[in-house]
């Protein structure tokens, strides 16, 4: 088994670079997006960003698995708190209200609290079908990133408190309301994936986002754990379950 990792690791890289090493994994770092002829058809898995991943997981045979671009705005109003739409951003642009606004799956769309729909990036930068998720401006007190596998939470930490990097343990609280979630929504998740929730300024959980296993830092969670969710979330092809079909990127 071999862990494909970018040209430039994050400190959660290194970790889950290292933590793979431990166990016995070939470790590849490529230089750029180009996939060496004798890496193909083997059984690689990937940590790594969306674009890297775009380029390189083709030719390795690697499916990247990712919630469903609308899946938050489709939770029930329980588990978000907030109202949550998905919309294509020719439509934001038309909003006359303060909103936060992020992309689903990646980083192309930077996640803000933006005034109104005026000051989202313009035409010129991004194409006019690109989905956006749209949703009510809610403030968090302390927020937990959740690494599922199975139904199950495997681990976990807390990584803000008030907006602001704050590395803790994960809470009792944040693990039970990640389970209530899972029992309630988890056949709507590929089998590894990463959710991140918080308690608001309300003192009610809610869900933040969910995000690729394979693109997420660890924070302080248990690094052979989340390991083990970054594996099955980025790995071969002949590897997928027939549950996670509808997932892959």
């Given at each position: 088994?071999?862990?494909?990792?970018?040209?430039?690791?994050?400190a959660?890289?290194?970790?889950?670079?290292?933590?793979?090493?431990r166990?016995?994994?070939?470790?590849?770092?490529?230089?750029?997006?180009?996939?060496?002829g004798?890496?193909?058809?083997?059984?690689?898995?990937?940590?790594?960003?969306?674009?890297?991943?775009?380029?390189?997981?083709?030719?390795?045979?690697?499916?990247?698995?990712?919630?469903?671009?609308?899946?938050?705005?489709?939770?029930?109003?329980?588990?978000?708190?907030?109202?949550?739409?998905?919309?294509?951003?020719?439509?934001?642009?038309?909003?006359?209200?303060?909103?936060?606004?992020?992309?689903?799956?990646?980083?192309?769309?930077?996640?803000?609290?933006?005034?109104?729909?005026?000051?989202?990036?313009?035409?010129?930068?991004?194409?006019?079908?690109?989905?956006?998720?749209?949703?009510?401006?809610?403030?968090f007190?302390?927020?937990?990133?959740?690494?599922?596998?199975?139904?199950?939470?495997?681990?976990?930490?807390?990584?803000?408190?008030?907006?602001?990097?704050?590395?803790?343990?994960?809470?009792?609280?944040?693990?039970?309301?990640?389970?209530?979630?899972?029992?309630?929504?988890g056949?709507?998740?590929?089998?590894?994936?990463?959710?991140?929730?918080?308690?608001?300024?309300?003192?009610?959980?809610?869900?933040?986002?969910?995000?690729?296993?394979?693109?997420?830092?660890?924070?302080?969670?248990?690094?052979?754990?989340?390991?083990?969710?970054?594996?099955?979330?980025?790995?071969?092809?002949?590897?997928?379950?027939?549950?996670?079909?509808?997932?892959?990127?």
């Open positions: 088994m071999r862990l494909i990792l970018p040209p430039r690791l994050t959660s890289a290194r970790t889950l670079r290292d933590t793979a090493r166990r016995g994994l070939r470790i590849t770092q490529l230089p750029d997006s180009t996939v060496p004798e890496l193909l058809g083997g059984d690689a898995h990937l940590h790594a960003g969306p674009s890297f991943a775009d380029a390189v997981a083709p030719a390795l045979g690697i499916l990247p698995l990712e919630a469903p671009t609308d899946w938050l705005a489709r939770l029930p109003t329980t588990f978000v708190r907030r109202e949550i739409r998905a919309m294509p951003i020719r439509e934001a642009y038309g909003l006359r209200r303060p909103v936060f606004v992020k992309s689903p799956n990646d980083k192309s769309i930077p996640a803000l609290v933006y005034a109104d729909g005026s000051r989202l990036p313009g035409p010129d930068a991004v194409g006019p079908e690109t989905v956006v998720l749209v949703s009510d401006v809610v403030t007190d302390a927020e937990y990133r959740l690494y599922m596998l199975d139904g199950q939470v495997h681990t976990g930490s807390r990584y803000a408190t008030s907006g602001r990097l704050d590395l803790g343990p994960l809470s009792p609280g944040a693990h039970a309301f990640g389970s209530d979630l899972l029992a309630a929504a056949h709507t998740l590929p089998s590894a994936i990463v959710v991140d929730v918080g308690t608001t300024d309300t003192g009610q959980w809610a869900v933040v986002e969910a995000n690729a296993a394979w693109a997420s830092g660890c924070y302080v969670s248990d690094p052979d754990r989340a390991l083990d969710v970054v594996l099955r979330a980025a790995g071969p092809a002949a590897q997928l379950a027939e549950r996670d079909a509808a997932f892959v990127r």
